[in-house]
């Protein structure tokens, strides 16, 4: 089975959006969970979401693409979109998976798609488990073996299969370091891992004995997510 692939786009142009929208409804096993168009708006999103990559384009108003990408901690894959080509050189100072030219047909689109799946199996990896700090101690946790976590000011509680860690760390830190292909955002203040999902009800996930509430701005992107918006 092919895995699920999460994109936004950024564009100042609807027209542009629009493009991507059409071409990523073509492609079964990627989801554009997001657009947006201007980068201040994606920034606060990336910043609370993961997700594997974005279309970007270089040339908007205000905040360019490339300053934009200056601002994240933590960068996902990058496919930039632009009408002009004397950018292409400098784009790949940013490790850009791939460039597309405007304007695009789907079949170029889907080679870009090719290069971040290419991408992202190169990094797997990478992304099986990270390091938490608890007291003197350092413990490993493997990203499959998370039920969910939930954000507290400064601190996190990472729940798992019989266990539960509270490290010093904030929601942002921890979002960046998920996978966006296993874990979904649900609500301000809690991630959770798709694959341990029991039940959906009431605005409430089951996992498990837990129950995790849905808030109201997380709910279309979230059920988009599972192929059910």
């Known amino acids: ?17 629009k493009v991507i929208e059409h071409h990523a409804s073509k492609i079964e096993h990627l989801q554009l969970v997001a657009h947006f168009y201007n980068a201040d708006d994606a920034l606060q999103f990336l910043r609370q979401n993961p997700i594997d990559f974005i279309f970007l384009d270089i040339n908007m108003p205000n905040v360019s693409g ?9 960068q996902p894959l990058i496919v930039f979109t632009t009408a002009y080509s004397e950018y292409a050189l400098e784009s790949y100072n ?6 597309l030219l405007k304007p ?14 290419e991408r992202l199996e190169s990094t797997k990896y990478n992304s099986s488990y990270f390091f938490i700090k608890d007291g003197f101690k350092t413990i490993k946790i493997a ?15 990472i729940v798992t299969d019989g266990k539960s860690f509270s490290p010093r760390m904030t929601f942002t830190e ?42 109201n701005r997380y709910k279309t992107p979230f059920l988009k997510r599972l192929g059910l918006g």
């Open 174 to 215: 921890i979002v960046e370091k998920l996978p966006a292909s296993q874990f979904v955002r649900v609500h301000q203040s809690y991630v959770i891992n798709i694959s341990k999902i029991d039940k959906i009800e009431n605005n409430h996930v089951s996992i498990g004995e837990h129950k995790i509430p849905v808030g």
């Open 104 to 117: 695009f047909e789907l079949d170029r689109f889907q080679l870009a798609i090719k290069k971040v799946e």
């Open 1 to 17: 089975m092919t895995t699920m692939i999460t994109a936004i786009a950024i564009d100042d142009e609807p027209k542009a959006i």
């Open 66 to 74: 490339m300053e934009m990408l200056n601002k994240l901690q933590h």
């Open 143 to 157: 990203f499959e073996d998370i039920l969910h976590i939930k954000g507290s000011g400064n601190y996190l509680d």
């Open 94 to 99: 940013f490790n850009a998976v791939d460039y």
